[in-house]
T-cell receptor, first 113, second 109 residues
Framework: DSGVTQTPKHLITATGQRVTLRCSPRSGDLSVYWYQQSLDQGLQFLIHYYNGEERAKGNILERFSAQQFPDLHSELNLSSLELGDSALYFC????????????FGPGTRLTVL | GIQVEQSPPDLILQEGANSTLRCNFSDSVNNLQWFHQNPWGQLINLFYIPSGTKQNGRLSATTVATERYSLLYISSSQTTDSGVYFCAVVDTGRRALTFGSGTRLQVQP
């Protein structure tokens, strides 16, 4: 158990819908990262928050957004869902702004039908 | 951006055999981590190893940062070692991990 929690574990929804994925970092960690794992793209970085502020963006679609709250939990919002958004979404956390080591949650498996 | 290449892409072993997985990266790194993704999809931290050598039970890892590669050694493999092994790096100026495409390991009884 890494100490990072993610809910829900599984999510099945329809095209065009909107979902919210939630992540709680390890106690004491200020950084939260979101990653997407799909069959065709592999594991890709989406976005990084540190102590409530967005610090870096990766290959995140405009239909996706995220935020980190004062209690340091984070939510990833996915809207206007398409079949291609089906993937495993991971949250990771680390102590500092630049890691050093990132710890991953169990992931949320999203299926868009 | 930085490129991360892992080899071999697939590996089949008999239980008890040893193996070496390799990770090459194209630029200087501040962070290198090895992960095991089990059949249930969980990403498990194996090593944080930007340089040097570390050992944890049957697993050990070595990173030679100046030559831009890292090796993961698995000794006396067990069926529970099956899954995908990922190498991931953070290059200078970035904070997020860039992952390789993984080595899929199958250990047969």
């Amino acid at each position: 158990d890494s100490g990072v929690t993610q809910t829900p574990k599984h999510l099945i929804t329809a095209t065009g819908q909107r979902v919210t994925l939630r992540c709680s970092p390890r106690s004491g960690d200020l950084s939260v990262y979101w990653y997407q794992q799909s069959l065709d793209q592999g594991l890709q970085f989406l976005i990084h928050y540190y102590n409530g502020e967005e610090r870096a963006k990766g290959n995140i679609l405009e239909r996706f957004s995220a935020q980190q709250f004062p209690d340091l939990h984070s939510e990833l919002n996915l809207s206007s869902l398409e079949l291609g958004d089906s993937a495993l979404y991971f949250c990771a956390s680390s102590v500092g702004l630049a890691g050093p080591e990132q710890f991953f949650g169990p992931g949320t498996r999203l299926t868009v039908l | 951006g930085i490129q991360v290449e892992q080899s071999p892409p697939d590996l089949i072993l008999q239980e008890g055999a040893n193996s070496t997985l390799r990770c090459n990266f194209s630029d200087s790194v501040n962070n290198l981590q090895w992960f095991h993704q089990n059949p249930w999809g969980q990403l498990i931290n194996l090593f944080y190893i930007p340089s040097g050598t570390k050992q944890n039970g049957r697993l050990s890892a070595t990173t030679v940062a100046t030559e831009r590669y890292s090796l993961l050694y698995i000794s006396s493999s067990q069926t529970t070692d099956s899954g995908v092994y990922f190498c991931a790096v953070v290059d200078t100026g970035r904070r997020a991990l860039t992952f390789g495409s993984g080595t899929r390991l199958q250990v047969q009884p």
